[in-house]
């Protein structure tokens, strides 16, 4: 059974407007949740991380937001630009385990 | 900046053949990992390792194997090659410091098996 879905395989946004990416998990020992960026043919980029003693993190463009309650992890993307247009992974963790990855959302920005 | 190098971009392979995907970290990071990515499934954990010479299971390790002799190069083997392992290979490196660190993945090896 999958521990971390992206439930939305696809998303197309326009230019400008804000992009939202949502990912569920299902264990509540997760204690750290990241996103990665993906362009084809390269490695996933580290994009932006948060804890699980917070509920948001911002860095410019890019929001985290966390739901521990509702085990629900967001990316908002404001405002979305055509070089947004990437696969976007979550990836939680828990102490030195390995990262478990979603399976990804793929995000079109249309200019 | 963190540097994962895999040793191929695109590598092409015949069914039964012993392939070897290499990988290297300049970063002294403890922890290295190999993935595949198929279209719909995501990255998918083959191995991983915490220190040279360790090596843990990760969730698809069938027809796999990898060595890490020295703690900079992690390795990935397919025994006898199969069809069905054909995909992007990617590997990944992180530190062992307190609480989760990101993992710093390289460019991938596109692998296909004819």
């Known amino acids: 059974d999958q521990q971390v879905k992206q439930n939305s395989p696809s998303l197309s946004v326009q230019e400008g407007r804000i992009s939202i990416l949502n990912c569920d998990y299902t264990n509540s020992m997760f204690d750290y949740f990241l996103w990665y960026k993906k362009y084809p043919a390269e490695g996933p980029t580290f994009l932006i991380s948060i804890s699980s003693i917070k509920d948001k993190n911002e860095d410019g463009r890019f929001t985290v937001f966390l739901n521990k309650s509702a085990k629900h992890l967001s990316l908002h993307i404001v405002p979305s630009q055509p070089g947004d247009s990437a696969v976007y992974f979550c990836?939680?963790?828990?102490?030195?385990?390995?990262?478990?990855f979603g399976k990804g959302t793929r995000l079109s920005v249309i200019a | 900046d963190v540097k994962v190098t895999q040793s191929s971009r695109y590598l092409v392979k015949r069914t039964g053949e012993k392939v070897f995907l290499e990988c290297v970290q300049d970063m002294d990071h403890e922890n290295m990992f190999w993935y595949r990515q198929d279209p719909g499934l995501g990255l998918r954990l083959i191995y991983f390792s915490y220190d040279v010479k360790m090596k843990e299971k990760g969730d698809i390790p069938e027809g796999y194997s990898v060595s890490r002799e020295k703690k900079e190069r992690f390795s990935l083997i397919l025994e006898s090659a199969s069809t069905n392992q054909t995909s992007m290979y990617l590997c990944?490196?992180?530190?062992?410091?307190?609480?989760?660190?990101?993992?710093?993945f390289g460019d991938g090896t596109r692998l296909s098996i004819l």
């Open positions: 990836a939680l963790g828990t102490g030195n385990t390995p990262l478990v």
């Open positions: 990944a490196s992180s530190p062992t410091d307190r609480g989760v660190q990101p993992q710093h």
